[in-house]
């Protein structure tokens, strides 16, 4: 097999408006784009690395510099990626740095897709070439912004409203007042104690929400299961699930678990990790961070197989430097039929 070319760039993404979370405030993102060429077919991946779990842009082509594309001469089968990767990682003698393994495991698996000639969701025997609704999100704000985002994204049926402040149920009133769409809410983190957690939910729980994701710090342990044990809301882990963790000891904390390519750093450990969650009668969904279309591809592979999505990191940037990714109206995204992911840059 011919050797590897890898190319590396960054790419700085704008976002529509500042999106605001629990923890601080965004206006542009720094993504990197891991292509692969070989055999003049070229596989795309991306990484989008978060400052919560100490990864930036230049950290990550630093790193995939340092890996280098060798690890991939004579590699024919996904089934080997994972462990070279880490192999690799351990013989530089730096930690696995996740989201940028998830970009270089995708551009892989896009390449290795189009030197089959088919769709990735095909090769893997994936039942559904499509997801289910994928929410969209409402970043913290003026209530009355949060209003003009909520009938601006009118045509999308599931809503996800950020939390962790103290006018939460303000915020939650006054999307009441505006739209009767099914809600989620992702408190980041923000509610530090179980009486606050507790006082929230049951708030909640009488505004018809959905589900709330991440209540309490990770650290929380303790509080966590007493919250799970009496919430009347289905709680769904994110910071707190990595994909190392016991999925026995997180089904006390919680209902469901967030897989993000950038955190499990695989789209081979996201699917064996929803599949066992689902064993365990824990349900899934697929998140991601903001992200273009190629990095939001990569996560609707497993998003097929997922209870839940929120993959609309590329619907909330400006410009996306990739294309091919397909929104229908019920706001499902189709994994379609070209080779590999099946998406291409915007020249």
């Given at each position: 097999m011919p050797p590897f070319k890898m190319?590396?760039?960054?790419?700085?993404?704008?976002?529509?408006q500042p999106f605001t979370i629990a923890r601080?405030?965004?206006?542009?993102?720094d993504n990197v784009v891991v292509e692969l060429v070989s055999e003049g077919m070229v596989g795309y991946g991306e990484a989008a690395p978060n400052r919560r779990y100490d990864e930036d842009a230049r950290t990550v082509v630093a790193y995939l510099e340092r890996l280098g594309s060798d690890l991939f001469q004579d590699l024919e089968v996904?089934?080997?990626?994972?462990?070279?990767?880490?192999?690799?990682s351990e013989e530089i003698g730096l930690p696995v740095m996740q989201s940028a393994?998830?970009?270089?495991?995708?551009?892989?698996?896009?390449?290795w897709g189009k030197k089959q000639d088919q769709p990735l969701w095909e090769l893997w025997g994936i039942s559904a070439d499509h997801t289910p609704p994928t929410s969209y999100t409402i970043g913290l704000d003026k209530i009355d912004v949060m209003q003009q985002k909520v009938e601006a994204a009118v045509g999308y049926p599931i809503l996800k409203v950020k939390l962790g402040t103290g006018r939460d149920q303000q915020i939650i009133e006054g999307i009441r007042e505006v739209t009767n769409r099914k809600i989620r809410v992702d408190a980041n983190e923000g509610w530090t104690s179980l009486d606050e957690a507790k006082h929230q939910i049951e708030f909640l729980a009488q505004q018809d929400i959905e589900f709330v994701e991440q209540p309490m710090p990770a650290s929380r342990h303790r509080e966590m299961r007493s919250l799970k044990a009496w919430s009347p809301l289905p709680l769904v882990a994110d910071e707190s699930f990595m994909g190392h963790e016991d999925l026995d000891?997180?089904?006390?904390?919680?209902?469901?678990?967030?897989?993000?390519?950038?955190?499990?750093g695989s789209l081979m450990k996201g699917r064996r990790v929803l599949k066992r969650a689902h064993s365990k009668e824990m349900k899934v969904m697929v998140g991601c961070m903001i992200e273009s279309s190629l990095g939001i591809a990569g996560a609707a592979l497993?998003?097929?197989?997922?209870?839940?999505?929120?993959?609309?990191?590329n619907l909330l940037i400006d410009r996306d430097p990739f294309q091919g990714l397909v929104l229908d109206d019920r706001k499902c995204l189709h994994l379609g039929a070209a080779p590999g992911l099946g998406i291409t840059p915007v020249h």
């Open positions: 190319n590396l760039k960054k790419v700085n993404l704008s976002l529509g601080g405030t965004k206006e542009t993102v996904p089934e080997e990626l994972e462990d070279r990767i880490e192999r690799a393994k998830a970009a270089l495991e995708m551009a892989w698996l896009d390449w000891i997180l089904k006390e904390m919680f209902d469901a678990i967030n897989i993000k390519l950038s955190k499990i497993l998003g097929a197989e997922a209870d839940y999505v929120d993959l609309d990191g």
